[in-house]
């Protein structure tokens, strides 16, 4: 490996010790046993202590020792290298940071010295004390330093080369470190090799940053770091890490692999002339499927045995599941967007278990002892649990210890679906990491304590999104994300990316991050994500979030719930006993039932706005007889209308969380519906979301009414309650009670439901609900009118009709005017879902005079829904008749 070892022996030891070694332990008496809220530093020179009075002649004091040495001793502090005052501050702070830190509440305010060297003292042990005019300690505390060292280490984010760059001669290594007082490089000939090399490593004092050179390091290498630093609580500790910016790693995580992503033998053969599809002309053009990377494949008997629930499952174009995904792109699908293929925490990449799953009754909980009993060492999760944040999952991967593999084949898997016509997008998961500290899996706290996780005033981190919450208002973790998501696009040719829980980054992050693409790339790079506002960041608490009513204007698109909820009825994660007493406009309303056609009525108008792209100044007539823009129709506390263009909304009726859309429906349409009308509310509710104005999203299996046997978490409930049959025989309904965890409390109202026989669909009405989705698809490819890009196009050439107090309730109706527009392809179009359970028929004056016909799609030959073709008619004088439980879609055809 090029020249001699800087290190041998024993002193290699430490290379492939264990994660943690603890070099000196914090003094006892320092354990800090209240639950009161910690000195801050806003930024380099300003400290608020929230909560903090002084009583007379008390002062506060800092007090540092490099190695770590701080303790009390009869009631003084000893130890200290480096002491001194800190001065109550004579002004405010200014507006940003006045702002920043409002969630701290009212405290004291200090200012430190600017002689003090601010860079050292952030490296080390350092304590504020309040001391008595004796210098008798009343009360100790660690400071929060995140603020201060973006200000004292601002430089490092203009930094393009963190992580491992090869030249011809070797490597060089740069880790961000600004508070370790060493930092070494462990190098490693292969994925278990014992260590070749321990090298110091040299920091700069402006950034931060530490940095090695090697002569002789290739592509292949392994390497890991030895980080010396201070964590409260625990004491001096040499931690032996990973790296945050690592391209790829060994099996289970444990080392890192050295690679230039652009060498030949990290590439698949075809890979530098492979291209992603240019089919996006504008964001609206997009039509995603969310698919796990496992669930396509694992179950398909048509993929190897050896590549099931594998990257390369993708490259076998003659499978059933890429059979089924060319067909959804020929009708129009545009992108698939995949699960996080990140590094993940909790598949073992070696071994993981495969349950043996017993046949047991449709309501059996025998099949989820079996899948829970190895749920922690089994081969699925979800994946929003991120490990390393820019290195493919192993267990995708046909060799995880060949840090080489994993990214060859993941390039593999996008190649494949480009041969298909797809563009590939990714489910990304920036707000929060898998663990914290100095806990196994815990990468970034582990290298710079106490920096990247977002903390509460008592020193806690936030899990509000679940779990460890990261700080992306932090610049340094802002960047990780930044270069994070560039490396994804750039070297993978990932499209659009989707951000799990958005609204917990600030705006300012994903604008940087939309720029850069746009600059680095020269192409669009769509992103979206979810916007939702709550935890502690809600409502702006610390930054102007990415979040639903915070994005307008900068064409990031979210997740609107709005037209979700008007579907399917009453919120995400409700359980089945309240999700059966909310049903959504898909469920006929009695006609006895007042109160149910007046919320019906409200979904109907929800439906309206959702489907004109969910706008802010979109004028809707409501049912109460209003006339409204979309931001003054409510959606509880909120604005119904809150995107400026339509390509900030993204339109979807089921996803990963929560039930799927068949398990909704089993809950809230009438026991007694049959297999076949169950499968025509499911087109509906699809035939809605295409032909909305926006982005289309999709959930993988919808169309083919997957269940999930009634799970509303699914998260780690294995293979078994996740499988895709892509044969279209079983859709997964009666596969056994789902895991008690999330749903035993359900178990009373799910039994009888799983039990009968008359809910499972039969694979002829599940084949009739795939060729009803993909003439919906081929409907919304057919004429650019139902992806508009511009909110004054659709204001302009979309009507509601069908309105008011006197309406139809449960039907809509849209009319899309063509004129003057070269590629509309028709004059004029009409939509009208027909989500009751009889036929629907409305005379509208307004569309009288026209040649109305079926669209081209329904009226053939082989279109799918025959009773539509059968059924459903127009004429001159504007009379439309359609059949129940239908969306249906007339033209004036262009001459």
């Known amino acids: 490996m090029g020249s001699p070892d800087a290190a041998s022996g024993p002193a290699l030891a430490a290379c492939d010790a264990g994660p943690v070694t603890t070099l000196r332990a914090q003094a006892p008496a320092l354990k800090v046993t209240t ?28 007090h540092h020792s490099a190695e770590g040495a701080l303790d009390v001793v009869d009631g003084r502090l000893t130890g200290s290298d480096l002491s001194g005052a800190l001065e109550l501050a004579k002004d405010a702070p200014d507006a940003e940071i006045a702002a920043q830190s409002a969630y701290l509440g009212a405290g004291l305010d200090f200012t430190i010295d600017p002689a003090i060297d ?50 011809p001669a070797g490597a060089s290594f740069k880790l961000w470190a600004p508070t370790a007082d060493r930092v070494e490089l462990c190098l490693h000939d292969g994925p278990d090799s014992a260590a070749r090399a321990r090298l110091p490593m040299t920091r700069d004092e402006l950034t931060g940053i530490w940095s090695a050179a090697r002569t002789g390091v290739r592509s292949g290498a392994y390497y890991r770091y030895l980080v010396e630093v201070f964590v409260p609580g625990v004491g001096r500790v040499r931690n032996l890490v990973t790296d945050p910016y690592a391209v790829s790693l060994s099996a289970d995580s444990a080392r890192a692999y050295v690679a230039d992503l652009s060498e030949p033998r990290l590439q698949p053969r075809g890979w ?27 179950d398909d008997p048509t993929v190897p045995a050896a590549q099931r629930g594998k990257y390369l499952a993708f490259t076998r174009s003659d499978s059933a599941g890429m059979r089924h995904l060319r067909a959804l792109s020929r009708a129009g699908l545009t992108d698939v967007h995949l699960l996080p293929v990140f590094d993940l925490a909790t598949v073992p990449e070696r071994g993981c278990a495969v349950p043996r799953v017993p046949a047991a009754a449709p309501d ?68 929060h990491t898998t663990a914290a500290g100095q806990q196994p899996h815990s990468v970034l706290d582990r290298i710079v304590p106490g920096y990247y996780q977002r903390l509460d005033a008592r020193g806690r981190v936030e899990r509000s999104t679940c779990c460890d919450n990261t700080a992306t208002e932090h610049r340094m973790m802002g960047k990780l994300l930044i270069d994070s998501v560039l490396l994804w696009a750039r070297e993978y040719r990932i499209a659009s990316f989707r951000f799990d829980l958005m609204g917990h980054q600030p705006r300012a992050v994903m604008e940087r991050l939309q720029a850069r693409l746009k600059r680095e790339l020269g192409r669009e790079v769509q992103l979206i994500g979810e916007g939702w506002n709550f935890g502690e960041v809600a409502n702006g608490a610390r930054f102007v979030q990415a979040s639903q009513l915070s994005l307008n204007g900068t064409g990031i698109g979210t997740f609107s719930d709005r037209g979700r909820d008007a579907v399917r009825g009453g919120a995400a994660g409700d359980d089945a006993a309240t999700s059966m007493r909310r049903p959504g ?5 009695p006609a006895d039932d ?27 007539a409501t049912a109460g007889g209003r006339l409204v ?99 279209g025989r079983d859709n997964g309904f009666g596969a056994g009670l789902p895991p008690t965890r999330d749903n035993g409390a359900d178990f009373a109202l799910l039994r009888p439901l799983l039990a009968d026989p008359t809910i499972k669909p039969g694979p002829a009405v599940i084949d009739w609900t795939r060729r009803v989705f993909l003439d919906q698809l081929r409907l919304r490819a057919s004429t650019p009118l139902f992806r508009l890009s511009e909110p004054t196009e659709i204001a302009r050439r979309l009507v509601f009709h069908n309105t008011g107090p006197a309406q139809q309730p449960g039907v809509i109706v849209g009319r899309l005017d063509g004129a003057g527009r070269a590629d509309a392809v028709f004059d004029r179009v009409l939509y009208v879902v027909n989500a009751t359970a009889a036929p629907a028929a409305l005379t509208i004056a307004a569309e009288a005079g026209f040649p109305w016909r079926l669209h081209p799609v329904q009226r053939a030959a082989g279109a799918a829904d025959a009773r539509i073709r059968r059924e459903a008619s127009a004429d001159a004088r504007g009379a439309f008749r359609v059949p129940a439980r239908s969306v249906t879609v007339f033209v004036v055809e262009r001459r």
């Open 35 to 62: 639950d009161a809220p910690q000195p801050v530093w806003l930024d380099d020179r300003r400290l608020r202590w929230p909560g903090l009075a002084l009583g007379a002649g008390q002062v506060l004091r800092f």
């Open 118 to 167: 601010r860079r050292a003292l952030h490296r080390g042990q350092t304590l504020i004390t309040v001391e008595d005019d004796q210098g008798r300690v009343l009360r100790w505390s660690p400071a929060q330093t995140a603020r201060a060292l973006d200000v004292l280490h601002a430089a490092a984010e203009d930094e393009r080369a963190l992580g491992v760059s090869l030249t």
């Open 272 to 298: 530098a002339a492979s291209r992603i599809p240019d089919r996006v002309k504008a964001t609206t053009d997009m039509v995603v499927y969310e698919l796990h990377v496992r669930d396509f494949s694992r």
């Open 364 to 431: 059996s909980d025998a099949q989820q002892a079996a899948v829970m009993a190895v749920a922690d060492t089994d081969c699925f999760n979800w994946g929003y649990d991120p490990y390393h944040y820019s290195a493919p999952e192993g267990s995708f991967a046909s060799d995880a210890n060949d840090g080489a593999v994993r990214v060859r084949e993941l390039r593999a898997m996008v190649m494949g679906l480009h041969a298909a016509g797809l563009r590939v997008g990714m489910d990304v998961v920036y707000n």
């Open 585 to 589: 406009f898909l469920v006929p309303a």
């Open 594 to 620: 007042t109160a149910r056609r007046e919320e019906l009525l409200r979904q109907g108008d929800l439906l309206k706005l959702a489907m004109a792209g969910t706008l802010r100044g979109f004028p809707l």
């Open 629 to 727: 823009t979309g931001e003054r129709l409510p959606y509880g506390d909120q604005p119904a209308g809150y995107a400026s263009v339509p390509a900030e909304v993204v339109n979807y009726v089921e996803n990963h969380d929560n039930q799927t859309l068949f398990d909704a429906l089993v809950l809230k349409l009438p026991r007694a519906t049959s297999a076949e009308d169950r499968a025509r509310t499911q087109a509906v509710a699809l035939g809605i979301n295409a032909l909305s104005q926006g982005i289309a999203y999709f959930h993988a299996g919808g169309e083919l009414l997957r269940s999930k046997s009634m799970d509303r978490n699914s998260y780690d409930s294995g293979d078994w309650f996740n499988r895709l049959d892509w044969t």
